[in-house]
């Protein structure tokens, strides 16, 4: 019997604790070699069958002709839901093509051995079955849905709306297992990021370097991997002048080293250039001298005099190399500037990425949510709050789509005093289920007080907003120790440091693709 993994296995897998994924491999390699022994207890789950681990640990597979592809793994009861919440689509051969969320209908249209799709097909280079799912969506939400489900090369197909008909290869995120693989395959990381352009993405990366350009948009839009690539690109052409990679601090310049690794790029010493560096080893007119294009990330927190001599070149008619500049106003807790950036307009192309490719749509939600609160709730006194106000003020990041469904953001509330006492339990829990901190995040937001000490001494890596800009974390906490005053009308009094903690929270929940705790005193509800 053949058997196969699908990528959604693997992540499930990485979620659990060491001694549960030991018991899961153990359960594999006995499918592997075919053997059907009754301590399996297989018996069906909707469209999957059920295989036992252990008492408490459920192995849900898709039987295909010949074979079996595993598809999810969980405790007992969750995995149960899930099975009850997600269809597969077969295709020839009852050879499975996708899982897909079964909210709607839409998933449980019989698909099998139906491979001819509709002559008014709008997905039609996609496999029969999986283009008549795509078509029998009622609204955006489940085209979303189904959309977000699929391997990576359908989906941009798919957000293509393609309309002319071709030969599809099998979807990537189901591996095909051999004895020889089967070890690796269930050895992999938890963190499984895809380096993957979708369609505006790779208009983006594509666009040529005639204008000045402007990339705005939400957390998980692909503002970074599109900027890399695009990095990446311009490094690869023959130039008397190099390219330059801006990056906020050491941490986003790491990451921005590790994402120009994936794509094959070795950037060189003096590549990647941090915000600081600018009025110290590197000043801003050196380096626009001495490269052939400049890519900022993160741009909402340049300081506003550098966007100013920016403004300044542009207004003058000055030579300067091209400039691509990403930022999303609402993440801006070093020195706002997303009202300074909009000047830059009307001297460079502009566009907005609005689908989130990163985190659940819950998350997605409870990060709208406090910009809700950012944007609504807080009253300016002064002129420079006012300017903080507007530097974020932005629609883009509340317009964000996310299509990605999965748990709802949990809110720990515990009592005044016992934050950091009740953030160390939650912290060594959620080391203890993984096994290690591959994937994991726990970030601090507000003040530093010495009772958080305790966190740093058991080796639990606290981080801050600002050194996780641009990072990306499986799951795992934030902690929210703000507090802020309310006057008589039970408004939060704006002041400049409020506003980058506020906007420090909503960088700390979008880190997040799966799952995320926010752990705050009792009180007023923030966010």
Same mark, same amino acid.
């Given at each position: 019997?053949?058997?196969r993994?699908h990528?959604?296995f =693997?992540?499930a ?10 018991r899961?491999?153990?359960?594999v390699?006995?499918l592997?070699?075919?053997?059907s022994?009754p301590g399996l207890r297989?018996?069906?789950v909707?469209?999957?069958?059920s295989?036992s681990?252990?008492?408490d640990i459920?192995?849900l597979?898709?039987e ?5 592809t ?5 405790h007992h009861?969750?995995?149960y839901?899930?099975?009850e919440?997600h269809s597969a689509?077969?295709?020839?051969g009852?050879?499975l093509?996708?899982v897909?969320p +079964?909210?709607n ?5 019989s698909t099998k051995?139906?491979n ?14 999986v283009a008549k799912?795509?078509n029998?969506?009622?609204t955006d939400?489940?085209l979303?849905?189904v959309? /977000?489900?699929l ?7 798919a @957000? ?14 189901i591996?095909a297992?051999?004895d ?5 395959a269930?050895a992999?990381?938890?963190e499984?990021?895809?380096?993957f ?5 790779r ?6 370097? /005639?204008s000045?350009?402007l990339?705005r948009g ?21 130039s008397?002048?190099?390219p330059?990679?801006l990056?906020?601090?050491?941490p ?6 590790l994402?120009?690794l994936s794509l094959?790029?070795?950037a060189?010493e $003096? /590549?990647i250039v941090?915000f ?7 000043g801003l @007119? ?6 052939s ?11 506003v ?6 403004l300044?070149g542009?207004e003058?008619?000055a030579t300067?190399?091209h400039i691509? =500049? ?8 070093v020195?706002?500037? $997303?009202?300074?950036l909009t000047?830059l +307009?009307?001297f460079a ?6 689908y989130?490719?990163r ?6 939600a409870?990060?709208?949510s406090?910009?809700?609160? @950012? ?5 300016g006194?002064?002129?420079?709050d006012q ?12 317009q964000?789509v996310s ?10 509330l515990?009592e005044?005093?016992?934050?950091a006492a009740?953030?160390?339990t939650? /912290?060594?829990?959620? =080391?203890?289920?993984a096994?290690?901190?591959?994937g994991?995040g726990v970030?601090?937001v ?15 890596? =606290?981080a801050s ?11 795992g906490?934030?902690i929210?120790n ?12 704006v002041?400049a +440091?409020?506003?980058?903690? @506020?906007s420090?929270?909503?960088?700390a929940?979008?880190?997040f ?5 926010v752990?705050?005193a009792a ?5």
């Amino acid at each position: 019997m053949n058997l196969r993994l699908h990528a959604k296995f =693997l992540d499930a897998l990485s979620l659990l604790s060491s001694g549960e994924q030991k018991r899961v491999r153990s359960v594999v390699v006995q499918l592997a070699e075919g053997e059907s022994t009754p301590g399996l207890r297989q018996h069906k789950v909707g469209d999957f069958t059920s295989f036992s681990a252990g008492m408490d640990i459920r192995i849900l597979a898709v039987e295909e002709h010949g074979g079996r592809t595993l598809v999810h793994v969980d405790h007992h009861d969750d995995a149960y839901r899930w099975g009850e919440r997600h269809s597969a689509i077969l295709g020839g051969g009852d050879m499975l093509l996708a899982v897909v969320p +079964a909210r709607n209908e839409v998933a449980r249209i019989s698909t099998k051995s139906e491979n001819a799709a509709p002559a008014t097909n709008r997905f039609a280079t996609l496999p029969g079955p999986v283009a008549k799912v795509l078509n029998a969506a009622r609204t955006d939400q489940e085209l979303l849905d189904v959309i /977000a489900a699929l391997s990576p090369e359908w989906q941009e197909l798919a @957000l293509a709306v393609a309309s002319s008909s071709s030969e599809s290869s099998p979807p990537s995120d189901i591996l095909a297992v051999d004895d020889e693989l089967l070890e690796f395959a269930l050895a992999l990381p938890a963190e499984k990021w895809r380096v993957f352009l979708h369609p505006k993405q790779r208009a983006v990366v594509d666009l040529p370097a /005639a204008s000045h350009l402007l990339i705005r948009g939400g957390p998980g839009t692909g503002k970074t991997v599109s900027v890399v690539h695009r990095f990446v690109r311009f490094a690869q052409q023959q130039s008397d002048r190099p390219p330059r990679l801006l990056a906020l601090n050491p941490p986003a310049r790491e990451a921005l080293e590790l994402a120009c690794l994936s794509l094959g790029y070795v950037a060189p010493e $003096g /590549a990647i250039v941090e915000f600081g560096d600018l009025d110290r080893r590197v000043g801003l @007119l050196d380096l626009l001298d001495e490269s052939s294009a400049v890519f900022i990330d993160e741009g909402q927190d340049l300081p506003v005099g550098v966007i100013a001599r920016l403004l300044e070149g542009m207004e003058s008619g000055a030579t300067l190399p091209h400039i691509t =500049l990403a930022f999303d106003p609402n993440q801006a807790i070093v020195e706002p500037a $997303g009202d300074a950036l909009t000047r830059l +307009a009307p001297f460079a192309d502009s566009l907005s990425l609005t689908y989130c490719y990163r985190m659940t749509d819950e998350i997605r939600a409870y990060s709208k949510s406090i910009l809700d609160r @950012l944007h609504e709730n807080y009253v300016g006194k002064r002129f420079q709050d006012q300017h903080h106000i507007d530097a974020r003020r932005d629609t883009v990041g509340g317009q964000t789509v996310s299509g990605t469904t999965g748990p709802e953001v949990e809110e720990m509330l515990v009592e005044e005093g016992s934050l950091a006492a009740a953030a160390r339990t939650a /912290a060594l829990k959620l =080391l203890q289920d993984a096994g290690s901190w591959d994937g994991l995040g726990v970030i601090l937001v507000g003040e530093k007080s010495p009772e958080f000490d305790d966190l740093e001494r058991d080796g639990i890596p =606290l981080a801050s907003p600002g050194s996780v800009k641009g990072l990306e974390f499986l799951r795992g906490l934030v902690i929210d120790n703000l507090s802020h005053g309310e006057d008589e009308n039970g408004k939060v009094v704006v002041t400049a +440091a409020g506003y980058r903690e @506020l906007s420090g929270l909503y960088v700390a929940v979008t880190r997040f693709r799966d799952k995320v705790t926010v752990v705050r005193a009792a009180g007023p509800k923030r966010g």
